[in-house]
């Protein structure tokens, strides 16, 4: 039996995967001085006018040297830089008021000086989500290629958002395609309040793609996103449910995507937005959005809505009732729609703030009812790999179905992440004993 899974889940099988984080993948981020000279004399310039001076002060044949200088030692780890260098310099505008004119190549360089690179990934690559990939073309018959979600952590324990691909074939074998050497943030497209537009290069590959958090609410880290392929009236639409954390608070977002190339983020309403660890179901239920939530800290709720904005408080529908989740229950993704019903993998916290992998099973067409629930933990953190950035934790942000399997990611002491094959029928079976 693979490390990660119960004596008691003779159904689960865990793949030789392991994602972990790479300290290597970078992106660039604004550089924004320390300490402003004004504040200590307010007369005085800031330190950004007195970097730009000092910048457009050089020769032109300086000015040209250090330019090419800086793009030969960055250029091979970033795409297209000389346009990203023009973005932050766009930015930079106030600080060249008090000069009349400047060439290409100053505002190039004035645009590197305020750009910083920040390894995403550095510390955790961890709590994954997945959902089928929008292009299956060139997909062997019987296999499933997937889009995998990872929370990456950097310095200062700062969450963004990442991505790969893979595919899930017709008898289990779960391969991931090799994460891209570059990696880049988007463009922000359009912006009103916290509600935002982000645009990729459709030419990026999808592990390229980085969403670092943007708004004040997101300061300290877009965390945790459970991705939901959700359908109505014959259109998909990939929506993300994820806590925006300041620093000091918190409160859930929503992502909806249609390409994996352009992203709307929004946050969301209601009393139950307050919190975190919501998933959303991946269709209406009786001509109603339907969210698992839990406002309450410790037991899983029910809301109804009809706006996919909007959620006020539901009805508990599990509470802890075994000794590994007695902390606290929560979900691990959106819900996955069988046959016989509703099938939520679950999370619980046991002694020692153990965390252990589950699920429940809920009626098809009243999910209030539970119709069957997992006793004792199908994923629980293995002795040789419960050391990590936070011990003893198994935990994931939502699996996948296809055929009569599920495809389970899932993260190992917030540090890195794998995957595992789990066959539903027996899973079913020890569910409904």
Same mark, same amino acid.
């Given at each position: 039996?693979?490390?990660? !899974? ?5 159904? *689960? ?29 307010? @007369?005085?310039?800031? $330190? #950004? ?6 910048? @457009?002060?050089?020769?032109?044949? &300086? %000015? ?22 023009? $973005?932050?310099?766009?930015?930079? &505008?106030? #600080? ?66 990442? +991505? ?5 074939? !017709? ?9 891209? $050497? @570059? ?27 980085? /969403? ?17 392929? *959700? ?11 994820? %806590? ?15 390409? +994996?190339?352009?992203?709307?983020? !929004? ?26 939530? =839990? ?19 539901? &009805?508990? /529908? ?17 819900? /996955?729609?069988?046959? &016989? ?11 020692? =703030? ?53 495809l389970l990611p899932y993260a190992i002491s917030d540090a890195f992440s794998t995957v595992a094959t789990i066959k539903i029928a027996t899973l079913?079976?020890?569910?409904? #004993?």
């Amino acid at each position: 039996m693979p490390d990660g !899974a119960l004596p008691s889940a003779p159904f *689960f099988n865990r793949q030789a995967l392991h994602l972990r984080p790479d300290p290597s993948r970078v992106v660039v981020r604004p550089f924004r001085p320390a300490v402003e000279p004004r504040d200590l004399n307010p @007369l005085d310039k800031t $330190r #950004a006018n007195h970097i730009v001076d000092r910048v @457009l002060a050089m020769t032109p044949d &300086e %000015t040209d040297a250090l330019l090419a200088e800086t793009l030969r030692n960055f250029d091979d780890r970033h795409r297209n830089l000389p346009a990203i260098f023009e $973005r932050r310099a766009a930015e930079m &505008e106030d #600080a060249f008021t008090a000069h009349e004119s400047f060439s290409q190549a100053q505002r190039q360089l004035v645009g590197a000086y305020f750009l910083h690179e920040y390894s995403f990934e550095a510390a955790a690559l961890f709590n994954p989500s997945i959902v089928p990939h929008p292009d299956q073309s060139g997909v062997a018959e019987g296999c499933r290629r997937f889009i995998l979600s990872l929370r990456a952590v950097g310095e200062g324990h700062i969450s963004s958002l990442t +991505f790969r691909s893979g595919i899930l074939a !017709a008898d289990g074998t779960v391969t991931i395609d090799p994460p891209a $050497r @570059l990696a880049a943030t988007p463009v922000v497209t359009a912006r009103v309040g916290d509600r935002l537009e982000l645009g990729f290069d459709p030419a990026s590959d999808i592990a390229e793609r980085v /969403i670092f958090p943007v708004t004040e609410m997101q300061a300290n880290g877009i965390e945790d996103a459970r991705f939901v392929a *959700f359908q109505d009236e014959g259109q998909t639409t990939y929506y993300a449910t994820f %806590t925006a954390y300041s620093g000091s608070s918190i409160r859930s977002e929503l992502l909806e995507t249609r390409d +994996f190339v352009t992203f709307h983020l !929004a946050p969301l309403k209601g009393a139950a937005a307050r919190n975190k660890g919501m998933a959303l179901f991946p269709r209406k239920i009786g001509g109603r959005y339907a969210m698992i939530a =839990r406002h309450d800290n410790e037991s899983l709720h029910l809301i109804l809505s009809d706006s996919v904005h909007e959620w006020g408080l539901g &009805e508990v /529908i599990v509470k802890p009732k075994y000794p590994w989740e007695f902390v606290q229950i929560g979900n691990c993704g959106s819900p /996955i729609e069988l046959d &016989e019903g509703w099938l939520l993998f679950t999370h619980g916290v046991g002694p020692v =703030r153990h965390y252990s992998i589950g699920a429940v099973l809920l009626d098809k067409h009243d999910p209030s009812r539970v119709l069957g629930r997992s006793r004792k933990p199908l994923v629980q953190p293995a002795t040789a790999e419960r050391h990590g950035y936070v011990p003893n934790v198994v935990y994931s942000c939502g699996a996948m179905k296809h055929g009569e399997r599920i495809l389970l990611p899932y993260a190992i002491s917030d540090a890195f992440s794998t995957v595992a094959t789990i066959k539903i029928a027996t899973l079913l079976d020890q569910l409904q #004993a």
